[in-house]
């Protein structure tokens, strides 16, 4: 893989899903970001890929780890990062999102990083503007950097990808961050399960190229990964099930259930966890999670996504 | 003009309005501008000229623009910037601005850029500390930033400001803009008119320097540049037009309006825009629009401005 | 002193309080703070000692003086910072601190600089990740960098604290800056008198090593340095005095009971000023008030507190 990568060239000025993108692309940045990993782990945690650049983090949406992975992943390019958050912003005198970002870019920004609740968005921006766009996350489609550092964290445990059993359990319906994995973990080779409620798949599930489960009992002794969702009960519309208590039951990653996994089975959780909901405490801090390697993968993969777009772009010129 | 203002030195280690200034002073530092207007096109945007200075951004008022563009002049500067917005701050135990003030000098801040609500601001601060003060827009006096930004553009396509004729249209009344140019215009050469709705204009205005018009469509055929002030409904108490149709009726630029307009008309809005209202879209986007030439021009301006403050502190030193 | 601290090599990778330091721990500081206060004030403020280091500001109350010192100390240093507020954060999701910590750990942070409400949380990150943790400031129980600051800046300016009298007046059972000066300036030498209303004073406080007084005016003649806290209206329940105009009265520090302290009485406050409440403006602003000067070492002690605990750290690995 990493030899085929080596004739391979990134052409991309930006990131906007991983449904769009070859085996071969996502191999091309994941080998990227070993190089980057190396970088966080040293004393001087600076390289000087993108001194002079200028990256704006364009968050439309509440976010920690994200924001801030990306702002580490750009400081230690050695970019200048602007921080632009809704409520500081002209967003409150009824800018559009188009005259925001062209705004931005008159400025000379080089890459802008968006997070917004409407699906479609960093698309729109990519349109429109001549700088880097990179999606942080859309609505319920694609958050791709979070499905690049899951499966980072999956082959440099397991090696590959290639052969492996996944389930992505609970709100699916309402994850961009399934539907980034799927597409990920599925090019890579990886078979991947759906697993939650009926009433949190998406509607017509059975034309993606997942398996279906409404059971996790069913699913928990087969699979070699397992990617708890977040249940997000701020985008939680109706009474999607009976109570936390119940979903928690159900699909709720427990010690006892844990007893029926593979012993080597890899906890994901995309994080923020709400503890003793999608699974407990002594799971989340247990012997097969790896929830904060995904954390500390994510700002490995965002320099490779970073350093890789200002490239392209660079070449475009 | 190059040469005159070679010999010419700027003495200001603060930029508090443009009335104060003269045109020389005024040039060198659109001069001084076009020096960095360079830096912000190059692929490394650096220049070493605030290294190891502190420049802090103390907003009291929301802003995108101007604040953005504060901080990444002063970071392709390779000064270091500390934000400092109202809500995050002392201010909400009760500080006053001028200790607040005081305090970030004590911590060796070199340069404050402050906008704030009440006129005056600026000058208080600058009375009272020896740090260098910067306008970024004071109650309805100045917003010199801006003014310089918008004769740099100017005078940038089409050469000097002499003999133009220029209209400043719609709520001149609370425009801290309208004034900041109305100073820059007119000592550059240029001839201004304010245009709105007699609600909207300043109570004296025979005493400033300007022609005043209650007709834009008397005005339009006539002028050379067209600025098109925001309608700040954030600051519109009563009812100064009977409505947003109304105006936009009267004073809005439309497509229609444009086509009695000289044909190299320069279209300019101090963003962000409400389109549909001051202007259309078609408008703002065409091919007489200098609005996005506008924001670049004004990171290169304000670099200048910072560079220019720090250097005449330095020299007083 | 200074040849003592030669010998000595500071081991804490983190700075909780200043209660578990040593005098010569406290004095190792304040030396090397000196040596940093000279980079503040020099024309190009930056020092190399944390490039390539990630600094969190991670404050959960609000703060403008504390937040922008550790900011301004840690770019001095040439390290990277990222701010973390409350609202902008995980935490409206429901996150807890430790997986806040977890998560910024695991991205590569090198230093926590934390404020929280809860007495003992900087205590608890420090317990649970390997990241350095200094405490900017927990619920009613320490401050120590503000402890470390007034010490520095009493010493500086009186060449030692050994057999000076202190008063430390107000709200002191409320008052994380009151417990960290005791601390500081007790292990140093100084007798220090804590004066307050009853109401205000703590509940077991003849068990510190404090004298306690309930009137300023007997204590007024005799100190050598008089510290006054700020009324933190936010934080007083129930009616601690009957109101401001009789608190002032009793304890504040006016003009007129300036006229009995000693003439070289140093004036301290650690801000912000409730201007006319504990102390006339006369008087904060006047020849005695060292108020700014402590703002200033601020930023030497801050810079000289990151730059200690990451040695230690690197020493430890």
Redesign the interface.
Known sequence: MALKSKKFRWERKGLLGLRELSAEEITYILDTAEGFEQI???????APAL????V?NLFFE????T???F??AA??LSA?V????KK?????????LL??A???????IDIVVIRHSAGGAAKLLSRNINACVVNAGDGFCEHPTQGLLDVYTIRKLRGSLDGLKIAIVGDIVHSRVARSDMWAMTKLGAEVTFVGPATLMPGQVEQLPVKVSYSLDEVIEKVDVINMLRIQF?RLGGNPFPSVREYSHYFGLTVERMKRAKEDILVMHP?????GLEMESEVADGKNSVI??Q??N??AVRMAVLFLVNQAA?QKK
């Open positions: 966080s782990s040293r004393t001087v945690k600076k001194r002079g650049k200028t704006v509440d976010s920690t780890r924001r801030n992975s702002a580490l400081s230690r200048d602007v921080e632009f958050t500081s912003s002209s967003v409150s005198k009824g800018e559009t005259d925001t062209r705004n931005l870019e008159a400025m000379g701020e994080g923020p966890i709400n503890r904060l390697e954390v500390t994510g700002v660079a």
